[in-house]
């Protein structure tokens, strides 16, 4: 009977420990070469689809973008009543997306959640690279973009200065702010797992460009010591640089007196909006990178997809209160030009698009990531998260250009076409992955160091014919 329940109680410790990374360790060496491994193997199918995506950002981006700026705006479909169009909805939807990379690792290294540790470097690329194609898309939106520079700060001597009751002038503040702080905060815990890949490639321009990046780095008592002080202020310090950079974003609309835009809850109902689009980006990009690079089964694990589906529905109720919240106080106003402005997003021409937006972003969570089967399983959950991007754009797309359609001079109304603004937004789409694949082949994409780190820190004790599983303070 003794050694029947020690067979079972084995059996249970193996369960736990095949279940979760942070109690199945690997030695050092063994986690390294599976990174590294990752890293170089690549297939004639990587090099396809970066031949597609390169033709797609060349003619859909560059080639569109140099039609744009020598025929003039006109090609686009922005005109009276609707000045903003996709290119905007682009740029709100891109900083939505580099909300994600922030929360998981910043938040939730605050906050001490072991589970992020294997996929933090998978969410702040998706910052660093969504806040590109944001920029790309506000210069877009300019037009003559060769005249950015009237938007930065800068003293010059005939004493001309930036127009600061300009949106535009605020989204390159917040942008340029939010996009050097993450990158920063991207690139301090990279250090480490670059000086291991820098000990661990031979030579030629690759051992170059990690012996620049890794600063020295050797793992010394000292350099952890300042590393770790280093990014706990980064991580405390860019948490609110992320909330305002979204309410920034919101005043665009907020501040305008314009039917449907002059809420005062636009603020948070934007941070909660670009928490649920960037956790289903992550969560997509896991569910790829786990099922098209080698070795990444074992660090990225139903555990992790369970844990994020469990933040995705939480964050849906959220956005579901926020919008009916903005939806109800606007509505029981009275204003004559927000009803009907209210009355066309369901009942015009585009009233599908409005029902379908609520349908992904809380019917299919709130139906499928109740299940932890379900939210476990990545391809089940790589679909809510398409989804829920998909939802999160349309409900940008009528934010922007169909609340513009309505305003208080009727005989202005005419429904927003777009034009070259489609190829160019597909080209930023193409340009983000493209930056993605590029990545996943120079830099380690899962933080080796902090695996290693927690699974020192978590260990398995026994009270009784209990397993418990316990975590430890590591200076």
Not at 27 to 34: I, T, Y
Not at 385 to 406: A, F, H, K, Q
Not at 426 to 449: D, E
């Amino acid at each position: 009977m003794a050694f029947k329940n020690h067979i079972e109680e084995t059996h249970g410790e193996q369960h736990l420990r095949q279940k979760h990374l942070m109690l199945d360790p690997k030695p050092r060496g063994e986690m390294n070469a599976m990174v590294m491994e990752a890293m170089h193997t690549t297939t004639w199918k990587f090099w396809v689809v970066v031949a597609l995506l390169s033709a797609v950002v060349l003619f859909g981006l560059f080639w569109s973008w140099g039609i744009l700026i020598a025929e003039g705006m006109g090609v686009a479909g922005v005109n009276r009543p609707s000045y903003w169009g996709i290119f905007l909805v682009n740029t709100v939807f891109w900083i939505g997306i580099s909300h994600a990379g922030t929360f998981i690792s910043a938040i939730l290294r605050v906050f001490k959640a072991e589970f992020r540790r294997p996929f933090t470097r998978a969410a702040e690329l998706m910052t660093t690279f969504g806040l590109i194609q944001a920029g790309f898309s506000i210069f877009m939106h300019m037009g003559r973009v060769w005249r950015m520079y009237w938007l930065m700060p800068y003293p010059n001597q005939r004493l001309l200065w930036p127009n600061f009751h300009s949106p535009l002038t605020w989204d390159l503040l917040a942008i340029t702010t939010y996009l050097l702080s993450s990158t920063m905060y991207l690139y301090l815990p990279l250090i480490p797992d670059l000086a291991m890949a820098r000990d661990r490639t031979k030579g030629g321009w690759q051992k170059i460009f990690y012996r620049v990046l890794a600063l020295g780095f050797r793992g010394t008592e000292g350099e952890w010591k300042h590393l770790r002080s280093a990014m706990n202020i980064f991580a405390w310090a860019i948490i609110p640089i992320m909330f305002s950079v979204h309410t920034i974003v919101s005043w665009d609309f907020a501040v305008a007196t314009r039917p449907g835009w002059n809420s005062t809850i636009f603020g948070p109902y934007f941070i909660i909006g670009a928490l649920h689009s960037g956790m289903g980006a992550v969560i997509m990009v896991l569910a790829v990178v786990r099922g098209t690079m080698k070795n990444m089964k074992y660090f990225i694990r139903p555990e992790h997809f369970e844990a994020i589906g469990k933040l995705m529905l939480i964050i849906s109720m959220g956005w579901a209160y926020f919008f009916f919240n903005d939806f109800i106080v606007q509505w029981y106003g009275g204003d004559k030009w927000t009803q009907t402005l209210l009355h066309y997003h369901e009942s015009g021409p585009l009233g599908y698009l409005w029902f379908f937006m609520l349908f992904v972003n809380i019917v299919i969570p709130w139906s499928v990531l109740w299940n932890k089967r379900w939210r476990s399983t990545p391809w089940i959950v790589f679909i809510v998260g398409l989804l829920i991007n998909v939802g999160m754009w349309i409900e940008r797309y009528i934010i922007i250009p169909i609340s513009l359609t309505i305003n208080r001079s009727p005989f202005t109304w005419k429904l927003y076409q777009p034009g070259i603004e489609i190829p160019l937004g597909i080209g930023t789409v193409a340009l983000f992955i493209l930056l993605y694949l590029a990545a996943s082949k120079l830099i380690p994409l899962i933080p080796v160091w902090e695996v290693q780190e927690g699974q020192m820190a978590h260990s398995l004790k026994k009270y009784g014919r209990e397993s418990v599983v316990t975590v430890s303070e590591l200076e």
